[in-house]
């Protein structure tokens, strides 16, 4: 059985300013999704599949992936206002497509695997990969009942220039999420973390187990987002700006006692390009892990 890595890069980064996830963050134009593809196949993945807009195509083919050409499978997924459940309509209005949760399942006719879903932006660690990989292996394709997800401590997933918005988690003593609640304008102040929320500051543990948007998926979860998305379009497929988030169907999945959610945690410190000041944070990390020999200086060679 192979493995699939579902990288999700439909976004444009508003934050940042352009397509992060085209910055080069080395010498040699490498990305942060280089390094993804990399560490995952180092874990055994066997494919990778990136979602993204049409019209990025081009770019995401000359600058990134055809340098996998002869290392992994790649496959692109095209996410838009159009692709919607039989009987769905798109409001003639709407720009952006519905999320993280629309993004992976428009994949559901390119994989067949189990799958880790990560975000194109976001540095995960190779820690990461290994522990999803192994949890992966062990399931069943059409296994409903336990899925997973990389667990990292809050304090290792801050922005030092901003806030940023995270999935903080309730876990039990049996290291299964019971449930996942986003919570946005997650900062650092002093020596303490808060969130904001209707004008309010509310303090959070550094120990908090924050979800970064890694999960271990099988492909009967498939089902499980086509229902989900069918129910959230008849409540709000009209509106403009709503989203249907990954994070929303894991919670529903668990509520209905559909499936359980196990916590896989690592160590690993998140960095990322959330703010245009992050790319030399991100460049100076990743120098320091390729001074430590965690990394070859160029990864992708022909």
């Not at 801050?158 to 019971?178: A, E, F, P």
């Amino acid at each position: 059985m192979g493995l699939t890595l579902l990288v999700m890069a439909a976004g444009m980064g508003s934050r940042f300013g352009g397509l992060k996830q085209l910055s080069p963050i080395n010498d040699f134009n490498e990305t942060i999704i280089d390094y993804s593809v990399f560490d995952a196949k180092r874990a055994g993945f066997t494919k990778v599949v990136f979602v993204i807009r049409k019209e990025f195509e081009d770019d995401f083919k000359n600058l990134i992936t055809h340098k996998y050409r002869n290392h992994i499978e790649v496959d692109f997924v095209y996410q838009n206002t159009k692709d919607l459940p039989q009987g769905f309509n798109t409001n003639p209005d709407r720009e952006k497509p519905w999320g993280t949760g629309h993004a992976i399942w428009c994949c559901r006719n390119s994989i067949t695997d189990n799958f880790a879903v990560i975000n194109a932006d976001d540095f995960y660690g190779s820690e990461s990969f290994k522990v999803i990989a192994e949890y992966l292996k062990t399931l069943n394709t059409s296994d409903l009942q336990d899925q997973s997800m990389v667990g990292y401590k809050l304090i290792n997933t801050l922005s030092d220039n901003g806030s940023v918005s995270r999935g903080i988690c309730t876990v039990n003593s049996d290291h299964q999420v019971t449930s996942i609640t986003e919570r946005t304008q997650i900062e650092k102040k002093g020596s303490t973390i808060v969130f904001t929320e209707d004008n309010k500051e509310t303090v959070l543990s550094a120990e908090d187990i924050a979800s970064m948007n890694m999960f271990g998926l099988t492909p009967a979860t498939f089902e499980a987002f086509e229902n989900d998305f069918k129910s959230f379009l008849t409540e709000r497929g009209s509106e403009l700006k709503s989203e249907f988030y990954l994070p929303t169907v894991i919670n529903n999945l668990i509520a209905r006692n559909q499936s359980g959610v196990t916590v896989l945690p690592t160590n690993a410190k998140w960095f990322g390009m959330t703010y245009k000041e992050d790319k030399t944070i991100v460049e100076n990390n990743i120098k320091q892990l390729t001074k430590s020999g965690e990394y070859p200086e160029k990864l992708w060679n022909d």
